[in-house]
DNA sequence: CGGGCGAGGATTGTATAAACTTTCGCCTGT
DNA sequence: ACAGGCGAAAGTTTATACAATCCTCGCCCG
């Protein structure tokens, strides 16, 4: 690499290259751009982020812990392809933990934040609309990342996060029907409630969209796929 | 302590360099020899451990993902000092978690389990009988561990691990008496309903087990500490 | 013709060195 | 004497070089 423009402090609001490997990433894979059992080798990403192997090792690392990305020792990272027994337990999880999450989220409630979750509904809705598969995946898991942030709770936040993220990597490897209506209309349902500040209604309604959600998967044998690696990551 | 008994092979990957700086790292955090707010230096661990302080920083950036390590940029890792709105969110999330580990426990029990968790009650009362508080500490959060081991959902023990490492620092800080009387019995109530696959009783006895430790904590002011360091990290 | 084997290439794991940031002591000016 | 700033030292962040490991592919032998 002869003449790389780097000048000191370059980028304003990239303050840690980093985290922009790991969402770069993790946005691929939530958009289902980036396939379970893709190899994420080091120089490749770090090619196209510009950034040297040591961050970009940082970053799958990080990955790795949450879930989405699995190392093999000496052998590289892979994008994490989940069992049906990983399946079941990610969603047992969140039937046990959102329900809660909503709770404390019509406990915070304001009407700042049943702004936002308007117009993130609208924005779902829009992205139907518009056929973008991809951005209805993400904005669909986003959704319940945005109930999570509004709960105050950083912990099960933390947790909500990692599951979503397997979720998404679960739903597009055992999916039956391509059906992209993924519930929106449930989430308009959840907003609701919370709006109402019902408990009940909305813990009965969340629980009941990831029942459904489930009641879609076919969790019978794991897929064996080889699948194309990615320049489709828009650096 | 002369000899180090730490012989159980229990984690595979325990001959890696880096598990083995986490694992001690944590297990000193775990037996209160690290203090919250200690500064964990880089090259102070790798020349306790014979290690580059590349190995050292990986295992750091797991501990930081753990939540019982902060990475202050550009200063270094710190022990984490879990704030009373962070002791309370654990505690929360412990009192959701864990009495449906305990259900699962139940379904998955076996003749070996049971002897296996008699053998660390065991532990636990000759740790207590010695006076022994480091040791009493780390075999009260392992018993914890252990259940969940035993309920085969690896995402939950996942969830658990990092709770009661934090957990392990909320004692320490916001402990009102020094009692080291922490719920053996507790524990042997919960084998025994276990034994007995009495789901109720078991869920019962750990709520009241997580209500009863977070009601001995005076969860008012984070307290302002400076601590000394560790040269107590007996490699 | 099929299967085992080994050399070469590629990729990851580890260490070391360069660059930047913060900190703290010390010196000067008012 | 005290406040403010300059400068060196310590420590972290990033990059690069080196070592170890694994995969591929061609070759040789049965």
Same mark, same amino acid.
């Given at each position: 690499?002869?003449?790389?423009?780097?000048?000191?402090?370059?980028?304003?609001?990239?303050?840690?290259?980093?985290?922009?490997?790991?969402?770069?990433?993790?946005?691929?894979?939530l958009?289902?751009?980036?396939?379970?059992?893709?190899? @994420?080798g #080091?120089?490749?990403?770090? $090619?196209?982020? =510009?950034?040297? &192997?040591?961050? %970009? /090792?940082?970053?799958?690392?990080?990955?790795?812990?949450e879930?989405?990305?699995?190392?093999?020792?000496?052998?590289?990272?892979?994008?994490?392809?989940p069992?049906?027994?990983?399946?079941?337990?990610?969603f047992?999880?969140?039937?046990?933990?959102?329900?809660?999450?909503?709770?404390?989220?019509?406990?915070?409630?304001?009407?700042?934040?049943i702004?936002?979750?308007?117009?993130? @509904?609208? #924005?779902?809705?829009?992205? $139907?609309?518009? =056929?973008?598969? &991809?951005?209805? %995946? /993400?904005?669909?898991?986003?959704?319940?990342?945005?109930?999570?942030?509004?709960?105050?709770?950083?912990?099960?936040?933390?947790?909500?996060?990692?599951?979503?993220a397997?979720?998404s990597?679960?739903?597009?490897?055992?999916?039956r029907?391509d059906?992209?209506?993924?519930?929106?209309?449930h989430?308009?349902?959840?907003?609701?409630?919370?709006?109402?500040r019902?408990?009940?209604?909305?813990?009965?309604?969340?629980?009941?969209?990831?029942?459904?959600?489930?009641?879609?998967l076919?969790?019978?044998d794991?897929?064996?796929?080889?699948?194309?690696?990615?320049?489709?990551?828009?650096?």
């Open positions: 690499m002869a003449a790389k423009p780097r000048r000191k402090s370059d980028a304003p609001d990239a303050s840690d290259r980093v985290s922009r490997i790991r969402e770069g990433v993790t946005a691929a894979i958009e289902h751009r980036l396939l379970p059992g893709t190899k @994420l #080091e120089d490749e990403i770090g $090619e196209i982020y =510009g950034a040297s &192997r040591t961050l %970009v /090792r940082t970053a799958l690392q990080q990955l790795a812990h879930g989405i990305v699995n190392i093999e020792k000496n052998r590289g990272a892979f994008v994490a392809r069992t049906p027994a990983d399946a079941r337990e990610v047992e999880a969140r039937r046990l933990i959102e329900p809660t999450i909503v709770d404390h989220a019509i406990d915070a409630v304001t009407p700042d934040w702004d936002r979750l308007q117009q993130h @509904l609208a #924005e779902e809705r829009e992205a $139907e609309l518009r =056929g973008d598969a &991809r951005a209805s %995946v /993400r904005l669909s898991g986003e959704f319940h990342r945005l109930v999570a942030e509004m709960s105050g709770h950083s912990i099960y936040l933390g947790f909500l996060k990692e599951l979503i397997r979720s990597l679960i739903i597009l490897l055992y999916r029907h059906t992209p209506a993924c519930g929106t209309d989430h308009a349902g959840i907003v609701a409630a919370i709006r109402k019902d408990k009940q209604a909305a813990r009965a309604q969340m629980l009941s969209h990831l029942d459904e959600i489930e009641a879609e076919f969790l019978k794991p897929v064996p796929d080889e699948l194309r690696l990615a320049d489709v990551l828009g650096a």
